[in-house]
């Protein structure tokens, strides 16, 4: 991530903004506007990734954002735009995803901070490995002079590309609930322990693995994933003594979700009783739906129809940081098409000519903002 910021660093030099590292780690740059002190328009996307990730996930809305910079060649406008690569926004080393928005945000508590990696480094010690200070996580809260938050990034589903269509105005981020799941049973011989003595902790959670997927089956606009399975002790001869294992669950009803991820729960408890297993849960996460901002949304349609495509509007299955940003200022994203709707994997990619078509309508968009003195003259458009 140090590389990461160097070379982001490098392309913003030339462009006048001084870069900063907050201490939640995300990286901030502030592109001045026409008077000194004018509000600030947020620009931004994630920098961290999944393991055997693709490319463009996250960090092509950092590069979009800076594009936009490089392409107003050093025109001023009404609002300065500070461009935001955020830290920790999918959760792999944590469990808990958007660890850097949730500073921006003032929701990055004790309580994440002692949450422990695999190795048991604390989010507050690696914080400190990294070069930073937890203890100035405060100063990292949006300033009360925020206009907006303005995502790109690729949809990662199928959607746009079936519909033939490069762009979409996003107007809803699906909830999402992150649990721990750890069925503990006893380790034993593989050979010498008959069926009906065994409290085997894996044959436990594949039953419920089972489950998860008939649940979310049964649900419309339900997905659930165990995508991750950890093994004790972890050898062929042995009957596994535990198994931790995580829970993804989503629905852009947060009824729907809790009550799926509340009876999956129940499930799991049910296995475990009737197999002599014992059972852990915790969860990480319980995010709400989030709607984006109306008004910032109603000129991503504007813009993109400006650059002669049609302005689809969608909900988003994946979780982002713009889903955090909307709970204190208004937020708003364009999701650019994902070829054979791949992502979370090296076969992402994203065609050249929509990501054209994104700066395009990204510069249409800060030209209309910027005619538009309800959106940066207007001091209640600024939420607390
Ligand atoms: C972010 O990639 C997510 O898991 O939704
Ligand atoms: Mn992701
Ligand atoms: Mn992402």
Redesign the pocket.
């Known amino acids: 991530m140090h590389d990461c910021h160097r070379e982001i660093s490098r392309w913003l030099e030339p462009l006048g903004v001084k870069v900063r590292i907050d201490s939640a780690g995300n990286l901030r740059a502030v592109y001045a506007a026409t008077e000194p002190d004018a509000p600030r328009l947020l620009i931004g996307s994630h920098l961290d990734t999944?393991p055997n990730a693709g490319a463009y996930?996250g960090i092509l809305g950092v590069v979009v954002a800076i594009r936009l910079l490089e392409e107003l060649q050093g025109r001023k406008l009404p609002f300065a735009i500070e461009v935001l690569g955020f830290s920790e926004?999918?959760?792999v080393r944590f469990g808990t995803?958007f660890i850097g928005s949730r500073a921006l945000v003032g929701r990055l508590d004790q309580e994440l901070l002692d949450a422990q990696d695999a190795q048991g480094i604390s989010v507050r010690k690696a914080i400190e490995n990294f070069g930073l200070n937890p203890l100035n996580i405060s100063q990292a809260a949006l300033e009360n002079d925020t206009l907006g938050y303005l995502e790109f990034h690729i949809e990662?589903g199928p959607i746009l590309e079936s519909l033939h269509q490069p762009l979409a105005a996003v107007e809803a981020i699906a909830g999402?609930s992150r649990l721990e799941i750890t069925f503990s049973g006893r380790a034993n011989h593989a050979g010498t322990t008959p069926m009906h003595l065994r409290r085997d902790a894996i044959a436990g959670a594949a039953e419920w693995i089972g489950r998860v997927e008939r649940a979310a089956q049964a649900v419309p606009g339900l997905v659930a994933t165990v995508g991750r399975i950890d093994a004790k002790p972890g050898a062929a001869n042995v009957i596994a003594g535990e198994v931790r294992l995580t829970l993804?669950i989503r629905h852009s009803s947060d009824d729907s979700r809790t009550r799926a991820a509340g009876g999956l729960i129940w499930e799991a408890q049910d296995i475990a009783a009737r197999r002599g297993l014992s059972l852990r849960e915790s969860t990480l996460l319980s995010q709400r739906a989030v709607a984006m901002e109306p008004f910032l949304t109603e000129q991503i349609e504007h813009a993109i129809l400006k650059t002669g495509c049609k302005p689809h509007r969608m909900v988003s299955?994946?979780?982002?940081d713009a889903m955090i940003l909307a709970e204190k200022v208004p937020a708003a994203m364009i999701f650019l098409r994902t070829p054979g709707g791949i992502?979370?994997d090296p076969a992402e990619s994203v065609a050249a000519e929509d990501v054209e078509k994104a700066i395009q309508c990204g510069l249409h968009l800060l030209d209309q903002l910027a005619a538009s003195p309800e959106f940066h003259k207007s001091p209640t458009f600024t939420k607390g």
């Open positions: 999944v996930d926004e999918e959760g995803p990662q999402q993804d299955g994946a979780g982002h992502s979370h």
